[in-house]
């Protein structure tokens, strides 16, 4: 018995590195080559079935053509492979690879049949195509440019298209490739005419038509299909929208466009709680009907709860053309602000005429009357204002529209009135703000802000809080209580101000995804005189931490009011894009 155990025993022991072996699978490095090669080998490697270490002489083929393929794919027809490996490593497999040289393309016909033979837009794809005479043969690049020219066809028109011809022949002793692709485009379709859903009414067809952007007969394109569906649902007016053409419908050349939408027929309403240190903890709430009649006409209103700043404001917007670019809207509301030396309350009725104008710009001519009833820095007063004016904003962002990589804001409003037009006073008022964004190195960004602003009236008791300016708070000058830069009266009381300057500067790095430190640099001045300014510059500056969420940056920023003595602290905290 002892005899038999310790041949057992030594069984065993023998057995066991074979075990231990058949437990690895393979792993391989591959030497020899460029990393662009080194990349796609280990892709196909990547792709085989695990193998055990012990099964390496069965699979010493397999692995082989799997490398070989990989340098096809990109032009190397001729390479010689060797695998290896070590005893102390046996699960480890050593690719070496000699690429050899590579084949490159000697002949390339890329023919055009049809209308599309006469079409610039081809003629650009083929210029910029990577495919080309003397390139190294690329699989990826040449069925790319299959892809391209197919894609091109069904964007422009040819639905007839079809690749007749598409071929590679390949010289490996040559190091020589000969490319033939043959396209017969066939004829290009043009715009038929629109054709409705039966269950699109008549006024609702009459308000669709001011939205679109092509006549029959135009030469088609599926970029403006594809714009004027987007057009359809930036309006907010369908929960469902069908855009698209109609081949089976073709009469000769001109492709019907079907059009099919859904209106919304129910109020939204959405409820926010939230926190900024200008205004303390809010409540704000939405209520919003985007499809009020077949006209298109629209009701939106709002309302905010916090400590400094109270409102309620409503919004009906009556389109008068394309509901995108032109319309009427009735705007009212009441605001009540209890801050520092301010109490306010204040009724706004107001009709506006916007248009879009070139140039992406928002363009608003309004009259507004304002009943505002307050008390500022001691005085307290009521004021009825008839208010014309003038206002144009730009926003251009690109990337999400909450974390934006780039972009810009701008905005200026002119507005003025009478003793003609129960004012007070004769003034005029100008106010402009700027924002720029610009990413740089992928994780850098510098966000810049500029506002000015001008009252010319003789007297600013005369004109109401609402109309002269102060700064400070999270958006103009951090470091500073909200609206506290601004002249004051005899009695240290703040008063506000006839000219509003500002400018910003903050620097944000990602160290993780989603995470951002900043740091930043604000100054500005409310003054009624700049050359004997008795308020003076003020400037925060400090770091800051930015979290990136769904409704945009949450943002803590850590500001030292520098300007003033001993440099006191303050904290901002408050969410939104920065654009």
Known sequence: ???????????????????????????????????????????????????????????????????????????????????????????????????????????????????????????????????????????????????????LASTRGYFDARLVVHQVKVYPEQRAADIVLTMDSGRRFAFGPVVYDALVTQPTQKLLATMINFTQGEPYSSQKVSQLSVDFSATGYFRSIDVRPRKDLAQGDEVPIFI?????????????????????????????????????????????????????????????????????????????????????????????????????????????????????????????????????????VTGSPTNPKSGSFYSVNLEGSAKALLANANFLRLWGRAKWLSSFYGRHRFISRLEQGGLWVDDIANVPPSVRFFAGGDQTVRGYDFDSISPRNSSGQLVGGRYLSVASIEYTYEFYPNWQIAFFVDSGTVTDDYHSNTVGWKTGVGPGLRWITPLGPLKLDFAFAVSEPDSPFRIHFSIGPDI
């Open 1 to 151: 018995m002892p005899a038999i155990r310790r041949c057992l025993v030594l069984f065993v022991l023998m057995l066991f590195p074979v075990v231990a072996l058949a437990a690895k699978s393979l792993t391989y490095n591959v030497t020899g080559i460029s990393d662009s090669l080194r990349e796609n080998v280990t892709l196909y490697l990547d792709s085989l079935p695990a193998i055990d270490a012990g099964q390496f002489d069965l699979y010493r083929l397999e692995i082989t053509l799997a490398v070989e393929k990989s340098l096809r794919a990109l032009g190397y027809y001729q390479p010689v492979i060797t695998l290896q490996r070590t005893r102390k490593r046996p699960a480890q497999v050593t690719v070496s690879v000699a690429p050899g040289e590579p084949v490159r393309i000697r002949e390339l016909q890329i023919n055009l049949d049809g209308d599309a033979r006469n079409d610039p837009a081809f003629q650009q794809l083929r210029q910029k195509s990577p495919v080309k005479v003397g390139k190294v043969l690329n699989d990826g690049d040449y069925e790319t440019l299959k892809t391209r020219l197919n894609d």
């Open 260 to 396: 099919r939408v859904i209106p919304k027929t129910h109020w939204a309403i959405d409820v926010g709680i939230g926190y900024s240190t200008d205004e303390g903890p809010r409540l704000t709430t939405s209520a919003v009907n985007h499809w009020l009649g077949e006209k298109g006409h629209s009701f939106k209103s709002d309302m905010k709860l916090s400590d400094a700043v109270n409102e309620l404001t409503g919004r009906y917007r009556i389109p008068y053309g394309n509901p995108l670019l032109e319309y009427y809207s009735l705007d009212g509301g009441y605001q009540d602000i209890s801050n520092l030396d301010t109490d306010s309350h204040l009724i706004s009725a107001s009709v506006n005429r916007w248009k879009k104008r070139p140039g992406n710009w928002n363009q608003n001519f309004f009259l507004r009357m304002d009943y505002e009833n307050f008390t500022q820095g001691g005085q307290s007063d009521s004021t009825t204002l008839l208010v014309p004016g003038v206002a144009f904003d730009r926003r251009t």
